[in-house]
């Protein structure tokens, strides 16, 4: 299950440290980031958790992952906060429009498929069904940064739920196409669920 994911990653950061490999460590915080977003952990517990790693991997100079942490820092309080533009990951953590041109510079295929990732997450929840298309191709587009994770199957089911809401609005060649979309993710969360069940089945279910 996803919270006994979450439980070693807490383990992973402290094994790190005690013996003293800070790249192991600095994993774990990254992985807690992602999967208990997921899960659903309180945003308050979640952001003053994801805060001290953040200071505490900043201080170590593991600015990368730092700076991944930030992305899903600012969409957590996103969430809390009421905002002219909730969608937009701009505040005292992250800065979304100074991070995405150093992280096309760099090449950075993972950094970019976070940002959209929280991207499509808070446009959904915030009903901002007129951007859900911009971040399904750009979740689409930088996947291949977050092979493994979590939060490809997160974006599988933002996707769905959100094709499934433009759904009645769309012309009948559009609508054939978003079914063709929701299907293929519906394929994905099956085949995930076979393995892990208690993470994926409800997902699919859903």
């Not at 790249?23 to 992602?34: E, K, N, R």
């Not at 100079?61 to 533009?85: K, P």
């Not at 191709?137 to 089911?157: N, R, V, W, Y």
């Amino acid at each position: 299950p996803i919270e006994q994911m979450v439980e070693l990653t807490r383990k992973g950061y402290e094994l790190g440290f005690e013996t003293g490999d800070l790249l192991f460590a600095s994993q774990g915080p990254l992985h807690f980031a992602v999967l208990s977003l997921t899960a659903g952990l309180n945003l308050d517990e979640y952001v003053n958790q994801l805060t001290e790693y953040k200071v505490v991997l900043s201080v170590l100079d593991q600015s990368t992952i730092a700076t991944y942490l930030s992305i899903y820092l600012q969409g957590a309080i996103n969430f809390q906060e009421v905002l002219e533009e909730p969608v937009r990951l701009l505040g005292s953590h992250f800065d979304e429009e100074a991070y995405l041109p150093a992280a096309k510079a760099a090449h950075d295929m993972t950094g970019r498929h976070w940002v959209y990732s929280v991207k499509l997450m808070l446009s959904y929840h915030y009903d901002q069904n007129h951007m859900f298309l911009q971040y399904i191709s750009e979740t689409e587009k930088f996947s291949i940064g977050g092979p493994g994770l979590i939060s490809l199957a997160t974006d599988q089911i933002y996707a769905a739920l959100a094709w499934l809401r433009l759904y009645p609005d769309l012309r009948p060649v559009a609508k054939k196409e978003a079914l063709e979309k929701v299907d293929h993710s519906l394929q994905l969360l099956e085949i995930w669920s076979q393995s892990a069940p208690a993470t994926f089945q409800h997902m699919y279910d859903l």
